[in-house]
């Protein structure tokens, strides 16, 4: 059973148990991750295909927010991240330029 599912929010145990009783508890870390790596795929899935800008923003919380809890098990804390993201940028630039890689030469 490990990994199967979807993983839903906290407080969202009591609407859902009103629609099913299959709501179970995550049996490990080892298993969190797994339902976690599921769910930012579904967080980003959801991130590019919003509607408007405000439904992109809230998509990019529960994407931080999901970020967030994985840096934690994996015994890391969001600063750590912040700063992996600054040394990074540091070494290697951001992609605020739009430099694009062409597969192909320009026609001129």
Not at 94 to 99: L, N, P, V
Request: glycine content about 10%; aromatic content about 6%; charged content about 30%.
């Amino acid at each position: 059973m490990t990994g199967e599912g979807i993983l839903v929010r906290d407080c969202m145990r009591e609407k859902i148990h009103r629609v099913t009783p299959y709501v179970r508890k995550v049996e490990s870390d080892e298993e969190l991750l797994i339902l976690l790596r599921k769910k930012l795929l579904e967080e980003c899935g959801e991130l590019l295909t919003a509607p408007t800008p405000e439904d992109a923003l809230e998509e990019m919380g529960d994407v931080l927010q999901v970020l967030r809890l994985w840096s934690h098990l994996i015994g890391y804390n969001f600063g750590h991240v912040e700063r992996a993201r600054q040394e990074k940028w540091r070494l290697k630039g951001g992609f605020g330029s739009g430099m694009v890689l062409a597969w192909k030469q320009p026609e001129e």
